[in-house]
């Protein structure tokens, strides 16, 4: 039981930074497009990695 709560909570987090560098790759432009700005990158990839 531990050892799948550790393991789920790292592949949230290995979600979650690829989220974050794939976002952060893109331009302001192609962020507005799909309507994230640059701060809120963490907020949506932490949103992202919990789903």
């Known amino acids: 039981m531990i050892l799948t709560t550790l393991?789920?909570?790292f592949k949230a987090y290995l979600r979650y930074?690829?989220?974050v560098e794939?976002?952060?790759r893109l331009t302001d432009r192609?962020?507005?497009d799909?309507?994230?700005t640059r701060w809120r990158i963490d907020e949506v990839?932490?949103?992202v990695s919990n789903a």
């Open 7 to 9: 393991i789920s909570r």
């Open 17 to 19: 930074r690829r989220s």
């Open 22 to 24: 794939a976002l952060s």
């Open 30 to 32: 192609e962020l507005d």
């Open 34 to 36: 799909i309507g994230v």
């Open 45 to 47: 990839s932490r949103k």
